[in-house]
């Protein structure tokens, strides 16, 4: 049995609605983070100084960010960071991540400085006390600063 032109149309019009449905709502809730994550830094414990693979952010005197000169997109990448969130995972991750980790020392406060490792492409944190991180998908993604190409 042949489908005339209008019941196809009909078709493609039911399934496009479908389908920006389905992606609304994958785009909604991919953008939330879990209720189950919490800051890494609050106002007790603010992040003064970051170091990640060389590249370096910090606090001024006046609360101002200062980035290494490569660094193009230093408002975004300290803003970033001082609000990531994260969720403490209960054990370490079944399988190492394959990637080679970050090192990554953050300051926190008046504190000595801690390194931490990054996998940024996983998303995970393992600090110093061997405590592992996962930082929701939503905010992966300006973990790493934009830098300059030239200046490499």
């Not at 394959?98 to 504190?111: D, I, N, S």
Request: charged letters at 15%; glycine letters at 4%; one cysteine or more.
């Amino acid at each position: 049995m042949a489908i005339s032109r209008r019941r196809w149309n009909n078709i493609i019009i039911i399934a496009s609605a479908i389908m920006i449905g389905v992606l609304t709502l994958l785009d909604h809730y991919t953008h939330r983070t879990p209720s189950s994550s919490e800051p890494l830094f609050d106002q007790q414990h603010p992040l003064t100084q970051l170091q990640l693979a060389g590249i370096w952010m910090a606090q001024d005197e006046q609360g101002q960010w200062q980035c290494d000169e490569q660094v193009l997109n230093c408002a975004a990448w300290s803003q970033h960071w001082q609000q990531l969130r994260v969720s403490a995972l209960e054990q370490a991750p079944q399988q190492t991540p394959a990637e080679r980790p970050e090192e990554l020392l953050l300051q926190v406060g008046k504190q000595q400085s801690q390194i931490w490792l990054l996998y940024p492409a996983v998303g995970l944190l393992k600090s110093k006390a061997g405590n592992w991180y996962q930082i929701p998908p939503s905010l992966r993604e300006g973990l790493l600063p934009l830098v300059n190409a030239a200046s490499r």
